[in-house]
């Protein structure tokens, strides 16, 4: 990598006790800063890693726990107070490979990406051995983040092995970044607000030992709701703040029309249902086409936000 180019290592500690000695043993030497942030740990991960003596190893302490991304936002901080060009977020379970690092680095260094992230589903033989339960919820997620993000590139969305480089982090609020497990797909949604180039990089995940505090009720209760204010967000500052184009447009006539033929024509059935009788086709057609037309201006407007995919200039 080029001299000047400073390189740190993140590394969120909570019960990594068992891994983070090989985590932090398996980083190159040619890494500037590696900084293990432990989040008030109970097993003292944080010293463990102290006991290492890895050379420009720096441990940060939380006082309370703070969840993943909370360790990530102190992380990012301090990597940011060394002037460190770009910062990698690697776990301390052991299932991100060091050996992939460079994988991550080169579309930064080449200015092709701002923004790296393993995807665990390009890699077919190692996807044999991820927990079904595992592949069945990122296939899901990775669609429901694709609309909230308007990255519809990438998938594996939850997949944490990422790299972003200073010219974004920079202009993000990192206050602002969600502390818990939607960390890393509330910061997909900020990127591209600021039109970050995100490029997926095949990675393949090892499985072990390690016990994932990613739970099913997690996803299933917090994330949906998360990614929706995620969309409206987004939406907001891309189509009617920082821009206003044909898809406002079609978002601002779409949506409404498409509701209210919803629920015209809902209401209408629910009254044909109770009075045994058949609604006018005039009353049909009023509730139908608004629906045709709502759909097919959101389709339009979705057509044009997976064409405005931010890409790097040639």
Known sequence: MPDNTKI?????????????????????????????????????SGKIAESTNKKNLIVLYHEHNQGVGGAMVSGYKKALELNCDIAVKMDGDGQMDASYLQNLLTPLLKNEADYTKGNR????????FMPWIRFFGNSILSFLLKVASGYWNIMDPTNGY????????EKIDLDKLSKGYFFESDMLIRLNIINAVVKDVS??????????????????FIFPQKLIKGLFRRLAFKYFIYDFNIASVY???????????????????????????????????????????????????????????PKKEK
């Not at 990422?162 to 982090?169: E, F, G, P, S």
């Not at 990675?203 to 299933?220: R, T, V």
Request: charge should be positive; proline fraction near 5%.
């Open 203 to 220: 990675i393949p995940a090892k499985y072990g030992s390690e016990n994932s505090s990613l739970k099913i009720k997690k996803i299933i």
């Open 121 to 128: 589903f390009r890699d077919f033989t190692a996807l044999k």
């Open 8 to 44: 740190a290592v993140v590394v969120p500690s909570y019960k990594t006790a068992s891994h983070i000695r090989d985590v932090i043993a398996s980083l190159p030497e040619n890494i500037d800063h590696v900084i293990v942030v432990d989040d008030a740990c109970p097993e003292s």
């Open 251 to 309: 978002i601002l006539v779409g949506i409404p029309t498409f509701l209210f033929g919803l629920i015209f024509g809902s209401i209408e059935w629910l009254r044909s249902i109770h009075s045994a009788m058949a609604r006018p086709l005039g009353t049909i057609m009023l509730a139908v086409l608004p629906i045709i037309l709502g759909a097919q201006l959101l389709l339009q407007a979705i057509s044009i936000d997976i064409n405005s995919i």
């Open 162 to 169: 990422t790299a972003i480089h200073r010219r974004v982090l």
